[in-house]
Nanobody, 122 residues
Framework: QVQLVESGGGLVQAGGSLRLSCAASGRTFSSYAMGWFRQAPGKERDIVAAITRTGGSTYYVDSVKGRFTISRDNGKNTVYLQMNSLKPEDTAVYYC???????????????WGQGTQVTVST
């Protein structure tokens, strides 16, 4: 199994920035694709960004393109989500996930973090 521990969420004003981190256990972190998902009140859990095993390819949902950046440091067993120019509609619980393959679907991921709250005020 892989354990994922998220950090970096909090309260920020619109236009501000946050960096989320997700630290993974195990020696096989580099064998997993990683994704960031978010779930706002009353909405489904949706993909935010994903990154392949080596970091060679990334995906972003249209609403965050140009503002968010996913990256990974396999030497530190950590994946990051840099969030800039935050908007109130970015408010959600953010989850990191690990899976064998990079995917836009939450159902293709095997391991999940506990989630971290991001709140963006007007």
């Amino acid at each position: 199994q892989v354990q994922l521990v998220e950090s970096g969420g909090g309260l920020v004003q619109a236009g501000g920035s946050l960096r989320l981190s997700c630290a993974a256990s195990g020696r096989t972190f580099s064998s997993y694709a990683m994704g960031w998902f978010r779930q706002a009140p009353g909405k489904e859990r949706d993909i935010v960004a994903a990154i392949t095993r080596t970091g060679g390819s990334t995906y972003y949902v249209d609403s965050v393109k140009g503002r968010f950046t996913i990256s990974r440091d396999n030497g530190k067993n950590t994946v990051y989500l840099q969030m800039n120019s935050l908007k109130p509609e970015d408010t959600a619980v953010y989850y990191c996930a690990a899976g064998r393959y990079s995917s836009r679907s939450q159902y293709e991921y095997d391991y999940w973090g506990q989630g971290t709250q991001v709140t963006v005020s007007t």
